[in-house]
């Protein structure tokens, strides 16, 4: 459907979601929340898709909460009740980060353009972060008298340290791509002429590795930043244990050990 604001798009095992209204630099509209959510659903649910990548259309990423969206919009009018933007939160951007955080496959933000406010953090809760080297983070919040959300607030100060966090919070000023790279906000900042391939390459890659390892990594990685040492190193042990049940374990083995290439299967 070309109104349609998210599109779908599969290469093997590697399934590509766009955002796509860049007319409004891919800004999020309840509309295009309930598109995105459904097609993160779907990919989850579809046992051939075994990594996401989630991009723009046109020369941007995504500029956060559409600031026109009439469900969200301030009421100007003197004496107008304000929107409920908590409420915005707790029904969309809330549940899109869990959601992408507990996927069962990879997820790569391909940061195209300009990732603004909420859409900024929304590709920080990926689980790899690349950008092209024209792309830039910008934490949009401060200059319309708002807070990071979509998680900003707990991934700021762990990805870049609280002093960064602060400061690109407060100021709202805009970090290049590789500047983002630089000080471990992103994975990788990447020529805007190898863009395309390198994240290609890479999602074909993860999408051939062992699906449910990948998945139980992300999961034991956050859940230790909660624990405590000891704590954390008995739940490695525990998802160890039942990894080591598994057919993707006994396959990588077996291959290494045969020198032939795995064929992994476990979701
Ligand atoms: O309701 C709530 O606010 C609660 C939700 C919070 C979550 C959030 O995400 S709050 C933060 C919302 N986002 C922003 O404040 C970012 C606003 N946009 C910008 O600061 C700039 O557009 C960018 C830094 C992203 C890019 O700048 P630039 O110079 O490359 O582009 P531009 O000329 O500003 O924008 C191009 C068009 O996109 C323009 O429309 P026009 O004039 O061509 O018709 C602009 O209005 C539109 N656009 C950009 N961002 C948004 C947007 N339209 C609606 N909402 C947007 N967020």
């Given at each position: 459907?070309?109104?349609?604001?998210?599109?779908?798009?599969?290469?093997?095992?590697?399934?590509?979601?766009?955002l796509?209204r860049?007319?409004a630099l891919n800004s999020f509209t309840v509309?295009m929340h309930?598109?995105l959510?459904?097609?993160?659903?779907?990919?989850?649910?579809?046992?051939?898709?075994?990594?996401?990548?989630?991009?723009g259309?046109?020369?941007a990423f995504c500029a956060g909460q559409d600031l026109s969206d009439?469900a969200i919009a301030?009421?100007?009018?003197?004496?107008?009740?304000?929107?409920?933007i908590?409420?915005l939160l707790?029904?969309h951007y809330?549940?899109l980060a869990?959601?992408?955080?507990?996927?069962?496959?990879?997820?790569?933000a391909?940061v195209?353009g300009v990732a603004a406010g909420a859409g900024a953090n929304f590709a920080l809760n990926?689980?790899?972060?690349?950008?092209?080297?024209?792309?830039s983070f910008v934490q949009a919040f401060s200059r319309i008298g708002l807070i990071p959300d979509c998680g900003g607030?707990?991934?700021?100060?762990?990805?870049?340290?609280?002093?960064?966090?602060?400061?690109?919070s407060?100021?709202g000023?805009k970090?290049?791509?590789?500047?983002?790279?630089?000080?471990?906000?992103?994975?990788?900042?990447?020529?805007?002429?190898?863009?395309?391939?390198?994240?290609?390459?890479?999602?074909?890659?993860?999408?051939?590795?062992?699906?449910?390892?990948?998945?139980?990594?992300?999961?034991?990685?956050?859940?230790?930043?909660?624990?405590?040492?000891?704590?954390?190193?008995?739940?490695?042990?525990?998802?160890?244990?039942?990894?080591?049940?598994?057919?993707?374990?006994?396959?990588?083995?077996?291959?290494?050990?045969?020198?032939?290439?795995?064929?992994?299967?476990?979701?």
């Amino acid at each position: 459907m070309p109104d349609d604001p998210v599109s779908v798009a599969d290469d093997g095992p590697v399934r590509t979601l766009r955002l796509n209204r860049p007319q409004a630099l891919n800004s999020f509209t309840v509309k295009m929340h309930g598109a995105l959510r459904a097609a993160l659903e779907a990919a989850g649910r579809a046992a051939g898709v075994r990594c996401i990548v989630i991009t723009g259309a046109g020369r941007a990423f995504c500029a956060g909460q559409d600031l026109s969206d009439p469900a969200i919009a301030p009421d100007l009018a003197p004496g107008a009740t304000p929107k409920d933007i908590g409420r915005l939160l707790d029904d969309h951007y809330i549940p899109l980060a869990k959601q992408l955080r507990s996927m069962p496959v990879p997820v790569i933000a391909a940061v195209n353009g300009v990732a603004a406010g909420a859409g900024a953090n929304f590709a920080l809760n990926c689980d790899i972060v690349i950008a092209a080297r024209t792309a830039s983070f910008v934490q949009a919040f401060s200059r319309i008298g708002l807070i990071p959300d979509c998680g900003g607030t707990w991934l700021l100060p762990r990805l870049v340290g609280r002093a960064r966090a602060i400061a690109l919070s407060m100021t709202g000023d805009k970090l290049s791509a590789e500047d983002a790279a630089r000080v471990g906000l992103i994975w990788q900042c990447v020529d805007d002429t190898a863009f395309a391939d390198t994240v290609r390459t890479l999602a074909q890659r993860l999408a051939a590795m062992p699906t449910k390892a990948l998945a139980e990594t992300r999961r034991a990685i956050d859940g230790a930043i909660e624990l405590d040492f000891a704590a954390a190193l008995a739940n490695e042990s525990r998802v160890q244990r039942e990894l080591g049940r598994g057919h993707d374990y006994l396959e990588g083995a077996a291959a290494f050990l045969q020198k032939r290439a795995p064929v992994f299967s476990d979701r």
